[in-house]
Every structure is written in structure tokens, then in C-alpha cells.
């Protein structure tokens, strides 16, 4: 009998050997990696068949390659809408197909890829987006394998009479339970527990007690989003709970080998062994439908105290061959082996373990080929950059710590303005050539193994060499690491101090202050106070425009940021603030010190998004010829501005050298012809911010037939200017949206990149008048002194004329002095 099996078995085999293709099979047994490196590698991507253009784009989304993503899916999803609905394999089948089934079935597994890439990218509202279009393709249609039925209207046969306990079903349970778990997941990182509770008990009542459910691990998927929500909510104990998976004595059974034979039959099981590669399927199988779940167990363990056990895990994980196709899984594994060995009182290691996973992070970053995508990428990953510096200030290693603060902080801006492609003739051909041979270098270095090899290391050096000669701002963005501590500092005045803020949302949440001057650093800590609340807390009060409620919240949060480094301040003519977070949107100038003076009145302010760009922010450019465009004709009378045309008429009798523009002549088209030639722009319009896509924020312009009159991040990017100051007398034009990576997107960074040393921009909306009365105050003072100073002296009279802050603390510079 067992001889009659083998024969059977091998003839089996032999008609099945060969249907499947290396590549399907490579994605089927979770080596993410190696087909990511392969894919990269392959000029015709884009014209295989289906299903090896589907195994590579899961590759992508799985290793975090995401330069490929987005051809992967317009062309599968071309493929999708003109499938003919007779088709009878899916793509992810075991059979080679140039097609992809259109039924629910197919359309649930191209969801689910989006639905990972979105999240992925830190993509929210694309994320929230998908799960719900995930969800609802799941609880309205039936998933048949394949779909028949010509009349597109009828292409998904509803669940009702549908066979509940079917493969195919359950992998309709399986989506089902991934667009709740990742719902569930977005409502926990918006500290929305019950609605992420509500969503976790819609996961544990789906019924995964079936033969097939225990065969096709609806259980691990279950606890894998359970474990992330409950994890997310800080309840470790129920993701502990929801990890342990208990396999039934069917599941056993089914489990087996010689079992599997008799239940599945001879020919599906060659079918198997032919798609997985190895007559021990099962060991893949397990691999790519358990190792998230087990991954997340580990996690679990480590926060509930169960060290030995998550460490083991962790361990295990990182030393499996596969593990670095799962973008996600290698670097939280090694975070987790830092925080045990933090924990533990090994500081060297964690170190070591901190510094592995933050350049896996890095250069999945790097892969990223949109402003966008690297914005929301990370926003989950800031623990890691905040355990690192925390570690680094108990060990009094102030350098390193500040090191990785900027890494933290200026990366998002590096990697935001290192995706700008479109240099073109602003750029000398030799650094034009550099940058290309770096861009491949660093392209090779993402597919290798070992990151950059030390032959690459040294053409990133010479290509940088290259670049730094000829274009030093450039190379700074193509840098991985931001300036030295030693290199800022020379550039620090002598009565300069620069205190930059870090919020380390690490094992113990903390507030860092470093206090840097031309000779010292300092660095103070403390837990994390309530910053966010008394932020919005002082801008409500500011915004009601009369009143005093505004001081008591001015005063805590002096209190909280000043107070604790305020020896160190003493020596102070110059205060440039690096804020973090939320602290984006403080006014600082007007926190108040216990004797009742404003910040603004003991030192000079300026901002700066990031200390890095200090470098390039205060080297001053001759001339003061001034262009102003003010209240342009934007066809809708309610937004015309005419105190901001009065405005701009003030300045141009202080300014001799200076060029007014209103109305239509106030374009767009003028700014970007005329903008190179000025050091001094001043833009009196309306702003308009999209934290959905920060990217599309823009100013409004009048338009005419070269341009529509408005004027985007990316198109600011692409002016070149020469201006010591560039003034936006608009509304809110300081601010875009925050992510938790701190990447502050708005106009400010667009004119800092296009080569403006300053910005003076306004926090909200102020009135005309007041706006009007503070403007002509800082152009009187401007011809004198610097801006930062300027500013003070012009925010102290209208002061004196409007009280209230509402009239003139929304007022900042950013960059020059």
C-alpha cells in the first residue's frame, strides 16, 4: 500500500512539477528578501505575468521596498478592472496564470497589499480608507475562488447559501479580521479605547473553531490583531492572553503529514509540494501564517514582564534567515532585544541593539520615493530614537545623544528634501553626474544584505566629495547623518544659545532640553509634562483676543520649558529654539517667567526646524532690494486683503529699492520670474494648508495663462532664490501638519530649501490693521538691525498699541538671525 502511495505520489509530481514558477514559490514560502532583491533587479517588472508581478509586489510591501510600490499596483490594478470574468485562477494560486480572478476573492487579496502598504507608509487616511472597503467587501459578498457570471453587475455572489465552512471562506474571515484589527489599531494610536475595544471584540467572537480554520490559522490571525490593538491600548495582559493560540486535537490531526494526504487528496497535496518547493510544505506554510503572530507574542511577553521568554523569541526571530523580508518584524525584534537589555542594566548592548534597529529603519526609509511616504513613515518608529537618547544622557554621552536627536528630528526634513528630483540646471554638471552615481550606489545598498558595503562606502564618499565642493547644500541632504555637534557650534555667536527640545516617547516617556553654546552642551530631563493640552490651552485663550486667561497657561509653560534650563540662558543675547512636536505651534515669545517678564522680552528669538539647518540660514546676501506682492486678485471679493495692500504700499516708502505688486500684476508667474533678483520677498496672500497631503499646501496668487495662481511646496522648492528674508504677512502661512516623526510641513521649509536664510511667518490668523501697524514697525527696524531683533522691537510696539497677544505674538522668524 505505502509503495502504491509513492508511485502515485511521484506521477503526481510529475505532472504538477513545474506549474509553479521560482518566483510564486519564493513568495508562497515568506523569502520576502530575496525576491525584493530580485525584483529591483528586473527591467521587464511590469510585463510578467500576473502572478509573478503579484509575488514581487507582496515582496515589496513586505521587505519595505516601496520605490516599486506604486507601479506594482497601477498595474495590477489594470490588469483587475480588464480580467474577464471567466477566469479561473487567482493569482496567488498554485498554478502559473497570466490572469488574476475578478470575484471578491481576488479583490479582497489586492486590497489587503494596499491596505499593508498604506499602513506601512504611515498613510492614515488611505489606511482607514482600505480597511473599511476591505471590511465591506467582506461582510457583503461571498469569496468563490473563481467567478463565472458575465454580468458584472452580478459578479459577487452574496454570502447567503455560500458554503461557511470552505477555504475560500475563510480566507474572507481572514480579511475580515485584518480591516478590523487595523480599524481597531488606527482608534488605539488616536486614544479611542473603546471604539478599539469595540473593534478587538468584533475580532475574538469570528468563529475560527473549524477543520479549516485551524488548517488555513484564522486563530494566529486572530491573535496576531488582537495582540496589536491590546498592545496598542497598554493592555499587555489580554495581548498575552489573545497570543496564546490553542490548537485543537483536529488541527493536530490535519496537521500531520500523512494525514494531510488522506484529507486533501494525492493530487492537491503534489500541488502543495510543488508551489512550497519541499515535500515538507508545512514548515513553510507554518512560516509565513505564524511568524507575525509568534512575533507578537514575544512583544506581548517582553511587556508584561516575561524577559527570559521574549528574549529567547526575539532571538530566535533575528536569527532566521527570512525574518529580513518582514520589513516590520526585524527591527522591532531588535528594538525589543535593546529594551530587554536596557532593562536589565546592559547599557552596551542596548545601545548596540538601538543603533541595528535605527539603521534598519533608515534605510527602509531611504526606499521611499515620495515627499509623503517618508512623512508618515515614522511616526511609529520615534521609541526607538527616544530609548536611544535616553541612554545615551544616563551614560552622559551628550554628543551621541544629540546626534540622534537630529537623526530624529532633521531626517524627516533631509529625507523630505532629498526626494527632490528636479534640480536640473541649478545644479553644475559635475554635481549633476555626482548625484546620479550616488543615487545608484544608494539603491544597490538597499537590496544588500549587509546595507553598504565598504566599497560603496567609499564611493558615497567620493561622490560626496564631489558634491560638497560643488553644491554644499546638496550634499548635507544626501548625508545620512546630519551635521556634527562641533560643526553647529561654530556657527553659534557668542551671546548665541541654541536649546533644542526632544520628546523621547520611549520605555519612560521624557522631555529633553539641550542647551548648546559655542563651547558647551548641556542637557536637561523630565517626565513628559501635559504639553499638548496647555498648548491648545494657551492658543484658545490667545484666540478669544481679550482677556487674561492666557497668562496662567504662559506661565506653566515656562515653567516647564524655561524654568529648568534657565542658569544656563543667562548669557543670552540670541535665543534660537528647535521646538519638537507640538511645541511647533507655541508662540514662545510670550512664556512667562515667575517676574512677570515675556521670553520675548529677555532674549532675541528665532526658530529653527531642525539645528542642522543652521548651516545654512545666516550668511547674509548683499543688497536690499525688496519685492512685495500683495493682496492679489484671486476672483472671489471675499478674500481680498486691502489693509495687506496698504501694507505693502507703507513698506515700499521705507524701502526705497523696492518693487510693489497688487491685484493681477501680483501673480504667480512674476514671483517666480522676478523672485532670484531680491533679497527681501514679501508676500501679502492667503494660505492654505492639507494635512493630507502637506505637500499640496500652498499661497494664493493671482493666476493668468502660464499659472494658476497657486503656488505649492513642491513649486516653492523649485524657485531660486537669493534673500536674506522672505516675509508670508498671511494667514497661518508658519504651519502645516505634525507628525509624531516631527516633520513640520509647511511653506517655511519650501523658501528655506529654495535658498531663503529667513522666514518671518505668523502662527494664526491676525487682523488687518494690527498686522499692518506690526509690519511697518519691523520694515522701520529692519533697516538697522537683524530680523530677530527687528521682530522683538516691532512685536514690543504693537504691543503697546494692542495688549492683547492675539495682535502680535503669532509672529516668528525661522532660520536667520
Same mark, same amino acid.
Given at each position: ?589 510670550? *512664556? !512667562?517667567? $515667575?517676574?512677570?517678564?515675556? @521670553?520675548?522680552?529677555?532674549? %532675541? #528669538?528665532?526658530? /529653527?526646524? =531642525? ?99 497657486? *503656488? !505649492?511646496? $513642491?513649486?516653492?522648492?523649485? @524657485?531660486?532664490?537669493?534673500? %536674506? #528674508?522672505?516675509? /508670508?504677512? =498671511? ?87
Amino acid at each position: 500500500m505505502i509503495a502504491v502511495r509513492r508511485i502515485l505520489l511521484l506521477a503526481i509530481a510529475i505532472f504538477v512539477a513545474g506549474c509553479t514558477s521560482n518566483v510564486t514559490r519564493s513568495t508562497l514560502s515568506g523569502d520576502y528578501k530575496t525576491l525584493a532583491d530580485e525584483g529591483q533587479q528586473t527591467p521587464e517588472l511590469l510585463s510578467l505575468p500576473t502572478n509573478e508581478l503579484w509575488a514581487y509586489c507582496q515582496s515589496f510591501v513586505k521587505s519595505r521596498v516601496f520605490t516599486p510600490i506604486d507601479g506594482c499596483f497601477n498595474e495590477l490594478d489594470k490588469r483587475f478592472e480588464d480580467a474577464d470574468d471567466t477566469l479561473l485562477y487567482m493569482v496567488q494560486g498554485w498554478f502559473d496564470t497570466q490572469f488574476i480572478a475578478p470575484g471578491a476573492f481576488g479583490e479582497g487579496m489586492l486590497t489587503e497589499l494596499k491596505l499593508e502598504a498604506a499602513m506601512a507608509r504611515g498613510n492614515i487616511k488611505n489606511t482607514e480608507s482600505l480597511a473599511n472597503s476591505l471590511y465591506n467587501l467582506t461582510t457583503t459578498y461571498a469569496y468563490p475562488l473563481a467567478v463565472t457570471n458575465n454580468d458584472y453587475a452580478e459578479r459577487y455572489p452574496q454570502i447567503a447559501g455560500y458554503d461557511e465552512s470552505g477555504y475560500s471562506n475563510i480566507y474572507r474571515l481572514k480579511h475580515q479580521v485584518l480591516a478590523l484589527g487595523t480599524l481597531g489599531l488606527m482608534a488605539a494610536r488616536n486614544n479611542e479605547p473603546e471604539l478599539a475595544s469595540r473593534y478587538a471584540s468584533e475580532i475574538a467572537a469570528i468563529d475560527a473553531s473549524s477543520t479549516n480554520a485551524a488548517q488555513w490559522r484564522l486563530p494566529q490571525a486572530k491573535a496576531l490583531w488582537l495582540g496589536r490593538i491590546y498592545l496598542t491600548l497598554g493592555d499587555f495582559e489580554k495581548a498575552y492572553q489573545a497570543s496564546i493560540i490553542e490548537k485543537n486535537a483536529m488541527y493536530e490531526f490535519l496537521d500531520g503529514l500523512t494525514t494531510a494526504l488522506d484529507v486533501i487528496g494525492p493530487i492537491m497535496y503534489a500541488a502543495m509540494v510543488d508551489a512550497y518547493g519541499d515535500t515538507d510544505y508545512k514548515t513553510a506554510l507554518n512560516f509565513t501564517a505564524e511568524f507575525e503572530p509568534r512575533f507578537m507574542r514575544h512583544q506581548a511577553e517582553l511587556e508584561t514582564g516575561r524577559l527570559a521568554a521574549a528574549q529567547e523569541g526575539y532571538q530566535a526571530i533575528i536569527n532566521e534567515p527570512k525574518v529580513k523580508g518582514f520589513g516590520t518584524v526585524y527591527w522591532q525584534a531588535l528594538y525589543g532585544l535593546g529594551r530587554i537589555a536596557d532593562l536589565q542594566g546592559n547599557n552596551s548592548q542596548a545601545i548596540n541593539y538601538y543603533q541595528r534597529a535605527i539603521e534598519v529603519i533608515e534605510r527602509q526609509r531611504k526606499s521611499m520615493d515620495t515627499e509623503a511616504g517618508r512623512i508618515g513613515f515614522v511616526n511609529d518608529k520615534q521609541a526607538v530614537y527616544g530609548d536611544m537618547v535616553s541612554l545615551l544622557v544616563k551614560e552622559q554621552r551628550f554628543n551621541e545623544a544629540y546626534n540622534y536627536v537630529e537623526r530624529a528630528k532633521a531626517r524627516a526634513l533631509v529625507d523630505l528634501l532629498a526626494t527632490k528630483q528636479r534640480f536640473g540646471s541649478q545644479l553644475p554638471p559635475a554635481a549633476e553626474q555626482a548625484l546620479t552615481s550616488l543615487q545608484s550606489i544608494e539603491q544597490q545598498a538597499l537590496v544588500n544584505d549587509s546595507g553598504i558595503t565598504n566599497e560603496a562606502t567609499r564611493g558615497i564618499a567620493v561622490q560626496l566629495k564631489v558634491i560638497e565642493q560643488t553644491t554644499p547644500q546638496l550634499a548635507s541632504l544626501l548625508t545620512v547623518s546630519p551635521p556634527s555637534l562641533s560643526s553647529i557650534q561654530n556657527r553659534l555667536g557668542k551671546q548665541e544659545t541654541l536649546l533644542l527640545y526632544f520628546f523621547s516617547q520611549g520605555r519612560q516617556p521624557e522631555l529633553f532640553a539641550f542647551v548648546v553654546t559655542a563651547s558647551s552642551i548641556a542637557v536637561h530631563s523630565q517626565p513628559l509634562p501635559a504639553l499638548e493640552e496647555s498648548i491648545t490651552a494657551l492658543r484658545d485663550a490667545i484666540n478669544r483676543g481679550d482677556g487674561d486667561a492666557w497668562q496662567k497657561e504662559a506661565a506653566q509653560l515656562y515653567s516647564h520649558l524655561i524654568a529648568p534650563v534657565a542658569n544656563e540662558l543667562n548669557a543670552a543675547g540670541t535665543l534660537t529654539v528647535v521646538p519638537h512636536g507640538a511645541l511647533h505651534y507655541l508662540p514662545f515669545t510670550i *512664556l !512667562t517667567a $515667575p517676574d512677570g517678564r515675556l @521670553l520675548g522680552e529677555q532674549f %532675541n #528669538l528665532r526658530l /529653527l526646524p =531642525a539645528a542642522s539647518v543652521l548651516q545654512f540660514v545666516d550668511e547674509k546676501v548683499a543688497g536690499e532690494q525688496l519685492l512685495a506682492l500683495a493682496n492679489p486678485d484671486l476672483n472671489a471679493p471675499e478674500l481680498d486683503l486691502p489693509g495687506a495692500q496698504r501694507e505693502a504700499q507703507q513698506i515700499s516708502k521705507l524701502w526705497p529699492q523696492s518693487q510693489i505688486y497688487s491685484r493681477t500684476q501680483a501673480s504667480e508667474s512674476l514671483l517666480k520670474q522676478q523672485s532670484a533678483n531680491f533679497q527681501i520677498i514679501h508676500l501679502a496672500s492667503h494660505g492654505v494648508f492639507n494635512p493630507d497631503a502637506p505637500l499640496q499646501s500652498r499661497l494664493f496668487l493671482a493666476a493668468d495663462a502660464a499659472n494658476d495662481g497657486m *503656488l !505649492t511646496v $513642491p513649486e516653492i522648492y523649485d @524657485l531660486n532664490l537669493d534673500a %536674506n #528674508l522672505v516675509v /508670508l504677512s =498671511a494667514c497661518e502661512t508658519g504651519l502645516g501638519d505634525i507628525s509624531a516623526g516631527d516633520d513640520l510641513v509647511g511653506l517655511n521649509r519650501g523658501f528655506l530649501f529654495a535658498g531663503a536664510n529667513g522666514i518671518v511667518s505668523s502662527l494664526w490668523q491676525v487682523p488687518d490693521e494690527a498686522t499692518s501697524y506690526l509690519m511697518s514697525r519691523f520694515y522701520t527696524y529692519l533697516q538697522s538691525e537683524a530680523p530677530s531683533s527687528a521682530l522683538a522691537a516691532a512685536q514690543q510696539d504693537t504691543r503697546a498699541l494692542y495688549p492683547h497677544p492675539f495682535y502680535w505674538a503669532a509672529f516668528q522668524l525661522t532660520g536667520g538671525q
